[in-house]
């Protein structure tokens, strides 16, 4: 039940101390697993705006017959689904010959892709797709074992293997996990797995390359990057997120993009100089990681402090985490901002009442939570905010407010 996963996602985060790596989950809350997921389904939204790719293809008919075709440098769009108010949002991704498609969520906080495999006998599994290798003529073995383990104890573990796999039109042929293990805070998970968009070096076998190493090796992508539109159910329904691999859609935000440099490889870090209330700075900084994979922001607790005590009626308790006035919904002028290469990205503090706690005091879980110290963690509360270009080539992201039609 959503509510409750909520509050005991809110009490771990609060319990989280100094995690290494770095305590996130895969797409909840505060970081990934599926514990935060109601257990109904949602129905798949196909992208109405879907087009054979042609260029596409055509490079991936080269990539396989080197020489045959020319290649041509293309783009992909992918459209996600924005499950449960801004919860998480997952693409459908196809895998193999003929395609088998799995719904994932696209995170730049982690780097591997996996679904569950057919053999996988998990609860977990049972209640998700399940790739089948042996129906695929483009399947090969790759047999290394893999596991992967997040801050909450959930895991998921196989064997790696290599297959097509197509987004948004782009196909590339890339090394896969095949669950055949998963916890059980799998099970009430919307999307079947993760597609990491973190570096390399993250993934959890060494030597492995990214979709994004592979498709811009292949020559398939006009740009180096990944351009990511996650609207807010508060402010436009939702409606209308997508990954667009490849290039940059200007008209999906406002002015133009400031490039923040990012400081380590690994997921998307950066600096992050400031951050404040409207004007009033809180003086403080800190490394953070721009990662669609987690729901919130999460910051030091010195920060999350220092944030909360410029909003009237902010609270914070052992159960809840912090927690805001859902009034603050209807507030139209006021922003907590983030400071990135010396320019102040928004956002509204509208957003910070993210769901109500649900038990008749009006207050609101905070869309800002503490926790993370050394790390922050800008999570969709941010990206549904601001428009993000994780450019590898480059190794920068660029940012700029998000523009809603
Ligand atoms: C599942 O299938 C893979 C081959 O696709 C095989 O290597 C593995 O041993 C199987 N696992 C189980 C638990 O049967
Ligand atoms: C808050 O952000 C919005 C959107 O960027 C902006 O229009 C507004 O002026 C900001 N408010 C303040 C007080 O700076």
Known sequence: MKIASIISLAVAVLSLTNAAPIDRRPHSLFGPPAGSYKSHSVALTRNPRFKHN????????????????????????VDVTNVENDLEYYGVVSVGTPPQEVKLDFDTGSSDIWFPAVNCTSAACKQHAQYDPSLSSTFQEDGRRWKITYGDQSSASGILGND???V???????????????????????????????FNTI????????????????????????SVFLPSVRRNGGVGGEYLFGDIDESKFLGELTYVPITKKGYWQIKV???????????????????????????SDKAANAIHSKIEGAL??????????????????????????????????ADLAFEDVGDGSG????????????LWILGDVFIKNNYCVFDQGEARIGIAPLKYD
């Open 54 to 77: 042609v260029p596409a293809q055509l490079a991936k008919l080269n990539s396989r017959f080197p020489g045959v075709v020319k290649v041509l440098a293309s783009s992909g769009r």
């Open 164 to 166: 097509i796999v197509t």
């Open 168 to 198: 948004g039109g782009i196909s590339v042929y890339q090394t896969i996990g095949l669950a055949q293990k998963q916890s059980s805070h799998f099970s009430s998970s919307i999307s079947d797995g993760l597609f990491g968009l973190g």
């Open 203 to 226: 993934e959890t076998v060494p030597g492995v390359k990214t979709f994004l190493d592979n498709a811009i090796e292949a020559g398939l992508l006009e740009k180096p990057v990944i």
């Open 273 to 299: 100089e400031d951050a404040g209330f409207n004007d009033d700075s809180i003086q403080q900084s800190s490394e953070g990681i721009v990662d669609t994979g987690t729901t919130l922001i999460i910051v």
């Open 316 to 349: 914070k308790d052992p159960k809840n985490g912090w927690t805001v006035p859902c009034s603050l919904s209807s507030n139209t002028e006021d922003n907590i901002t983030f400071t990135m290469s010396g320019t102040a990205f928004n956002v509204p503090i």
């Open 363 to 374: 207050n609101c879980f905070s869309g800002i939570q503490g926790g993370q110290e050394g």
